[in-house]
């Protein structure tokens, strides 16, 4: 299932906002572009409106190497495929650890798109962005991950 | 920080409705089953119902004071005050705005409620608040589409760090569930009151991996209520007071609602370390004085982990201390005697403080003895959540 991409099925698309809007549309073009201080250059994901660290309310989009370790992880079962004992039907949720950033480590909860079954992910473990588009054109995606191995 | 005034409130009365099944109370209504549990508790105090001039609630709850009020004869309506946001951590805050309102002279008699009919089942909300094929609010953006749904998944990857530090095991998740069903054997309110094996826990449907259905609460329906008042008042009522020691909210840095991107040393918590210092301090008591400790169990990582939060081991010793029997009713700290929200009842967190209250008048079910200080702790929920200590 090498082309395959596991992805919980039924989810809804983000609210796209101005908060966000640079962040899908940098997705879509393979780039991962995580909120950031334009006074102090702290990072901070989800976006919010004021900085933690200096209390500034202008910010801009940073684009960050899109690497990252997983910082912990579920797995749900997925009740619209059927599995096998191989590959259950389960996706996975992760919580990573951005690598590059300034400030408190900013993590950014997704999915890891090429681990498929329980003994495929830990925590530590190394992923790099694998975005996965949404809405109608091709111009929006989530910035997902996939194993580094 | 500001000296706190211990002792200035206490709980006078303790009641609640019919409890029931997901939606069962449906055709009563909200409004209904909140009236009924005040009035228990009014009976419980033996204070007249239309003396109740404030009202205290949580976790958003749709049921309008001003309408409760109406219902109740209320002669002087004086106070009401919610917390904002959902999930098991608002109760401390109800407590806060009921200790304040009657020490301050804003009220004489306030009752914290909260009422519960889960026709939306929150077991199954792809964001909180909110159901399949709805829209989903902005916050939501970041979790919502990555499959972040259940709220089973808030513990569940707190609960896998837990393990990845700590070697914590599903095992001791179970001990969890085995000590609640074990006190709700012969709760008569309680709705699950056989006892279960590790076996049957891990035979479990699989919710949201590493936890399983017997790692969860029940959806449940019902109301219940306390009424708060000063200890001068409570001099004319029917019950020897249980005192409010102290109350503590204090929120963690950059919490929000249990978000994943708070600093490292908090994320493997329920969210109530600086609560936990700040009520110690305010009560001027530490762990070893507690004798029984309701903590807040919508998951059974939550128990694990209040341990830890609350001082009772170290942090990453939650585990062994469950495994030992620690948290059992013969064991080093007798927890959710009732059978807590895995195995009374799911009202987000009140039925524990009236168990605590239960404790300390000497008439719960499985009653500690000489038991003299309640805790109180919230679960993982918006901030700020907390405890409350009750003494005699
Ligand atoms: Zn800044």
């Known amino acids: ?149 | 920080m500001s000296e706190f005034r211990r002792d200035a409130a206490c709980v006078v009365g303790i009641g609640h409705s019919a409890y029931g099944t997901r939606g069962s109370l449906a055709p009563l209504g909200l409004g209904r089953i909140a009236l009924d549990a005040v009035l228990d508790a009014c009976a419980d105090a033996g204070l007249d119902a239309p003396d109740i001039d404030g009202f205290a609630g949580y976790c958003d709850d749709p049921t309008w004071p001003a309408d409760l009020a109406v219902a109740l004869g209320t002669k002087e309506f004086r106070y009401s005050g919610l917390v904002w946001g959902g999930r098991g951590s608002g109760v401390p805050g109800a407590v806060a705005n009921a200790y304040a309102a009657v020490a301050t002279g804003l009220a004489d008699y306030v009752v914290v409620v909260r009422s519960l009919i889960q026709q939306a089942r929150l077991g199954q909300s792809v964001a909180a608040g909110v159901q399949p094929g709805q829209a989903i609010p902005l916050a939501a953006s970041y979790t919502a589409p990555f499959g972040m749904a259940l709220p089973a998944a808030i513990y569940a990857l707190k609960a896998r760090r837990h393990m990845a530090l700590y070697g914590t095991t599903t095992d001791q998740f179970a001990e969890v569930t085995i000590n609640a069903r074990r006190n709700a054997v012969n709760n008569p309110d309680a709705r699950f009151r056989e006892e279960i094996t590790v076996e049957e826990h891990h035979a479990s449907r699989l919710v949201c991996d590493p936890l399983r259905l017997l790692d969860c609460c029940m959806e449940s329906d019902g109301a219940a209520a306390l009424i708060v008042t000063t200890p001068e008042r409570a001099r004319d009522l029917r019950h020897p007071p249980v005192s409010i020691r102290a109350v503590a909210t204090t929120g963690e840095y950059k919490w929000a609602t249990a978000s994943f991107n708070t600093i490292d040393e908090d994320y493997v918590s329920t969210g109530h370390r600086r609560a936990a210092r700040d009520l110690y301090h305010r009560a001027g008591l530490g762990p070893d004085d507690v004798d029984v400790a309701l903590f807040y169990d919508g998951f059974t990582p939550s128990v694990i982990m209040s341990l830890e939060d609350w001082g009772f081991c170290d942090i990453g010793e939650g585990g062994p201390f469950v495994a030992d029997g620690g948290i059992r009713r013969e064991g080093r700290l007798p927890v959710n005697t009732h059978g807590g929200n895995l195995a009374e009842v799911y009202l987000q967190g009140i039925t524990h403080l009236l168990e605590g209250v239960r404790q300390l008048r000497g008439t719960a079910i499985n009653q500690i003895a000489d038991a003299s200080v309640a805790l109180y702790a919230s679960g993982v929920g918006a901030s700020p959540g907390g405890g409350v200590l009750l003494s005699r």
Not at chain 1, 112 to 141: K, M, N, Q, T
């Open chain 1, 1 to 149: 299932m090498s082309d395959a991409v596991n992805r919980p099925a039924g989810m809804p698309d983000p609210v796209v906002a101005p908060i966000n809007e640079g962040m899908w549309r940098a997705a879509a073009a393979g780039r991962l572009d995580v909120q950031r201080c334009a006074s102090c250059g702290a990072h901070r994901y989800p976006p919010t409106d004021g900085c933690y660290r200096c209390g500034s309310v202008r910010w801009d989009w940073s684009t960050l190497p899109g690497t990252g370790t997983v910082y912990s992880y579920i797995w749900v079962p997925d009740r619209t495929r059927t599995g096998t004992p191989e590959a259950p039907a389960v996706y996975n949720v992760a919580v990573v650890t951005l690598e590059g950033t300034e400030g408190d480590p900013a993590r950014i909860l997704s999915n890891v798109i090429d681990a498929w079954s329980p003994d495929d992910l830990h925590v530590g473990d190394r992923v790099a962005l694998a975005p996965v588009g949404f809405g109608d054109g091709d111009d929006l995606a989530l910035p997902c991950f996939r194993m580094l191995s």
